[in-house]
């Protein structure tokens, strides 16, 4: 083992790695990913029916799946679907509604203000700060060609 050169090494790291079930991952993020989206709909659906306006309902919608993503991860649920799920589990705002409060749970033993608070926006603080400055970017540009 001392005597391997690089490309011994990696030859001998690619036999022992195990190799990922393409399809089955696929199959999983899209059955989970359109099960969430189809919850959504539900929502929809349900909303529109009882006469909310089109804002109302979409505002509504929005607060609802925030809030069953972050109960489904306080209560441990939502990172089981995300182990078998994968990339089918990050909905925007469900998964956004769970990279909120994974860290804010993680660190709560340190306290509420230096715990909870100071890394409650650890994974999804870059997210907001590039959504905000695209956002006054691509302001500025809308702006100065529509002067």
Known sequence: MDNLNNRDYQRYVEEKMPKPKYMKNILWAFVVGGLICT?????????????????????????IMIFLGALLTGI???????????????????????????????????????GVAAKMFTIAGPVLVYGFG???IVGIIYLLVNK
């Not at 919850?39 to 607060?63: C, E, F, M, P």
């Open 39 to 63: 919850i959504g709909q539900v929502i929809v659906n349900y909303l529109t029916a009882r006469g909310l306006s089109k804002d109302d309902v979409s505002t509504a919608t929005s607060i």
């Open 76 to 114: 441990g649920v939502y990172d089981k679907i995300g182990k078998k799920a994968g990339a089918g589990s990050i909905i925007p705002i469900t998964g956004f509604s769970n990279s909120i409060v994974s860290p804010a749970m993680e660190y709560k033993c340190e306290g509420y203000v230096l």
């Open 134 to 136: 695209s956002s006054i």
